[in-house]
């Protein structure tokens, strides 16, 4: 496979249960993204992970946890999660250089609805 | 704080030629980004500015003024594909991308 893949595509899931996304980057990147994006409203940055290491949290809150286990894995664990994180959650990874202008490139996303 | 203006939505004919217009204050500037989202997929890249001026590529161009902090996407002999949202993002001074909400285009025939 190539680019940036994310599975599962759907998942819905009830407040109390505990489900993992997962992305994948065939790219050689080094750099990782996880954004929040809902109908009519900016992307909005979750987390960013560089060589591996969590560099940027926006307040996020502790209901969601990610891992990077290598440069080319990133998982999203998501637990007690309420109704209003049902969102599509989209993976990009980039060559992450300084003085780069560091292209995104995104995965399909994951159509996440909470009930 | 960092903001980033779009239109909401926009419709246009087929064949015809769209301006879709961006504006944009934030904390220091890296370069401009525009994207494609077609409904249901991963957003993908079209083009990037950094300095002032038209980038032409193929049907799609887009241009950056600086001093205004204006940029715009020029679609020509628009296709019923090109229905889309069409997302412009921003890099500041810590290279972080501050993404606009997106105008939706529906072409219509």
């Known amino acids: 496979e190539t680019g940036v893949t994310q599975t599962p595509r759907h998942l819905v899931m009830g407040m109390t249960n505990k489900k993992s996304l997962k992305c994948e980057q065939h790219?050689?990147?080094?750099?990782m993204y996880w954004y929040k994006q809902s109908a009519k409203k900016p992307l909005e940055l979750m987390f960013v992970y560089s060589l591996e290491e969590r560099v940027e949290n926006n307040s996020v809150p502790s209901r969601f946890s990610p891992e990077c286990p290598n440069s080319s894995h990133l998982f999203l664990h998501l637990h007690t999660l309420q109704p209003e994180d049902s969102a599509l959650y989209l993976c990009a990874s980039s060559p992450r250089e300084e003085g780069d202008y560091n292209e995104q490139f995104f995965g399909p996303g994951t159509r996440l609805t909470v009930l | 704080g960092q903001n980033i203006d779009q239109p909401t939505e926009m419709t246009a004919t087929e064949g015809a030629i769209v301006q879709i217009n961006c504006t944009y204050q934030?904390?220091?500037?890296?370069?401009l980004f525009w994207y494609q989202q077609h409904a249901g997929e991963a957003p993908t890249f079209l083009s990037y500015?950094?300095l002032d001026g038209l980038e032409e590529k193929g049907r799609f161009s887009s241009f950056l003024s600086r001093s205004k902090g204006y940029s715009y996407l020029l679609l020509k002999e628009l296709q019923m594909k090109d229905s889309a949202s069409y997302l412009c993002a921003v890099t500041d001074s810590n290279y972080q991308l501050i993404w606009g909400a997106g105008t939706k285009l529906i072409i219509k025939p």
């Open positions: 934030t904390s220091g500037f890296n370069g």
């Open positions: 500015n950094v």
């Open positions: 790219l050689g990147h080094n750099a």
